[in-house]
């Protein structure tokens, strides 16, 4: 049974996770180690959340200033920690993920220059800018570029092509020149 987490209502977007399945205790078998392996399954769950927590956080350029600072990135155990949490691209995990940013830092991460370059200020401010903008500009470029997509099909038989005038763009020229 799939199960997805509903929204609470709460001012910070935090959802809430009570519709989780929890384990089913009556149709487990009687065996020897029946509490242990319901405690383990409590466990799971709260490994889940921790996991999903943290790697949600690797969305914050910022966060990893502060780990990169703390030196977690010489760390060998963290970095297979770091390779471990790849399964989140899976999905039947990617579908809990609220920040797809983390993914892709998470991705990022994997690679030692990268990780590297996180102890400079200037450079971690870089990425918080960058991804400002695209979450800025993102959704308005992508209608522009969907708008475009299904204007070229419709346009497809005729013999006037649409143009990048016909759609409120400039035209190359124009933007190289600077213009």
Known sequence: MEVEPTSSNSRHGQRDWSNLPSPDVKNLPKIPNRDKILELMKDNKKRFLLELEFVELLASPLYLERLAKLKYFSDPRFIRYLEYLNYWRKPQYIKFISYPYCLY???????????????????????????????????????????????????????????????????????????
């Open 105 to 179: 830092f998470l991705e990022l991460l994997q690679k030692k220059e990268f990780r590297d370059k996180l102890i400079d200020p200037q450079y971690v401010a870089l990425l918080h800018h960058q991804q400002y903008l695209h979450w800025r500009h993102h959704k308005h470029l992508r209608m522009r570029e969907l708008e475009f997509e299904r204007q070229k099909e419709e346009n497809k038989g005729d013999s006037n092509p649409v143009t990048a005038a016909d759609q409120n763009m400039p035209a190359l020229e124009q933007v190289s020149s600077g213009s």
